[in-house]
C-alpha cells in the first residue's frame, strides 16, 4: 500500500484496537466479519524481531480476510522498529506499520516502551522517524493521554514532523489505566493541532458512545476495543445505519463456537480452546446466573466441552440489558 494513498481510505473509520492477549487472527477475523473497516495485530516486541527470535513472528501473521490489517510494534530503540518494520513488510506484507506508545503494562514500560514513551518526545520521535525511513507503508501512532499528565497534545505534532500518517488515542493517561472515563478533550486537542487524521479510544460500548465521540471531539475515526469483547456485532451497529436490534443469545453462542473453532484451526485445540476461556465469559454476559458459567469458562479443556457449556446456557436463559 503505498503512502501516498490516503490512511483513512486505506482503514475506514471504525476499527479494532489491538489488545495484548485478545485480537489473535481468530478475534479479528470474527470482528472484520461483523464490519470492523480494519483490524491491527497484538503488539509485537521490535527488539525479538531484530535480535531474531522464532516465535515473535507468529504474532505478525494473518489471513487475507483480516484486509486491511496493522502490525503494531513495541519497544524503544529506532534500530529495532526499523529493523522490525521492513521485516513486517518484506515476510507479511501488512496495509501499514502500528507504533505501540499506549501499553500501561509495568512490564513494558518498565522497559522504556509502551506509554513510558508519552514522556520522552525526542525519542518517540526518532523511533517514527525511523520507523517511516524503513518501510513504504504508512506508519500510525498509537498513545494515551499521556504517562502521569496529559502530554498528547504536545508530543502529536512530532509524530506528524517524523512522518505518522495518523494517530489512534486512548484519552486516558497511563495512571489512569482504564479507569475513570476516558477524557474526550484530549481528542480534541490532538484533532485540533495535527493535520493528520485522529481515531478516538476509549469507552465505546454502543452507537451512542461513537456518535457522541464523533460528536465531541471531531475525530477522524473510531478505535474499539474492550468493547468489542464478546460484542463484535457493535461494528455491524455502527456500520451499518440500518442496523437494528439487540442479538439473540442463540446468535451469540453460534459466534461464539464459530471463534473457538478458528482459534483452534489457527493455534491447536489444546491452546486454541484455552485461549477462549477468557474470551468466553464476555459472550455470556448478562446470562442468568453468569458468575456460575464464568467459573465454567475458565476450566473447559476442548471444544466439546465449550459446546456443552453453551447448551446449558441456553437452559438457563438470558437475560442482558
Known amino acids: 500500500m503505498q503512502k501516498d494513498k490516503s490512511i483513512t481510505e486505506i482503514i475506514g473509520r471504525f476499527g479494532l484496537a489491538p489488545m495484548a492477549g485478545y485480537t489473535d487472527m481468530a478475534f479479528r477475523h470474527i470482528c472484520r466479519s461483523f464490519g470492523a473497516s480494519f483490524v491491527i495485530t497484538e503488539m509485537v516486541s521490535a527488539k525479538a524481531i531484530r535480535f531474531k527470535d522464532k516465535k515473535t513472528p507468529l504474532l505478525m501473521k494473518f489471513n487475507e480476510d483480516e484486509r486491511p490489517i496493522g502490525i503494531q510494534l513495541f519497544g524503544n530503540d529506532p534500530q529495532d522498529f526499523a529493523y522490525a518494520a521492513a521485516f513486517a513488510e518484506e515476510h507479511f506484507h501488512p496495509d501499514f506499520i502500528d507504533i505501540n506508545m499506549g501499553c500501561p503494562a509495568p512490564k513494558i514500560t518498565g522497559g522504556g516502551a509502551g506509554s513510558k514513551l508519552m514522556e520522552n518526545g525526542k525519542l518517540a520521535y526518532e523511533i517514527v522517524d525511523a520507523t517511516v525511513r524503513s518501510v513504504a507503508l504508512p506508519v500510525t501512532c498509537k498513545i494515551r493521554a499521556g504517562y502521569h499528565t496529559v502530554t498528547a497534545p504536545a508530543l502529536a505534532p512530532l509524530l506528524e514532523q517524523a512522518g505518522a500518517s495518523a494517530i489512534f488515542v486512548h ?25 493528520i487524521p485522529v481515531y478516538g479510544n476509549g469507552d465505546i460500548l454502543n452507537k451512542q458512545d461513537a456518535e457522541s465521540m464523533f460528536r465531541s471531539t471531531g475525530c477522524d475515526g473510531i478505535l474499539i476495543g474492550r468493547g468489542a469483547l464478546g460484542n463484535p456485532f457493535l461494528f455491524s451497529e455502527l456500520s451499518q445505519p440500518e442496523h ?20 483452534i484451526e489457527d493455534k491447536g485445540e489444546y491452546i486454541g480452546i484455552r485461549e477462549m476461556r477468557k474470551h468466553a465469559p464476555y459472550y455470556f454476559k448478562g446470562v442468568k446466573n453468569a458468575a456460575s458459567i464464568r467459573n465454567d469458562c475458565v476450566t473447559v479443556s476442548s471444544y466439546l466441552e465449550l459446546k456443552e457449556l453453551c447448551e446449558k446456557v441456553l437452559i438457563y436463559g438470558y437475560s442482558r440489558n
Open 171 to 195: 484519552a486516558r493517561t497511563r495512571d489512569q489505566m482504564y479507569y475513570p472515563p476516558i477524557d474526550p478533550q484530549v481528542i480534541t486537542d490532538v484533532k485540533n493541532i495535527v493535520s
Open 244 to 263: 437494528v436490534g439487540s442479538v439473540s443469545l442463540e446468535d451469540r453462542i453460534q459466534v461464539l463456537l464459530d471463534q473457538a473453532k478458528a482459534s
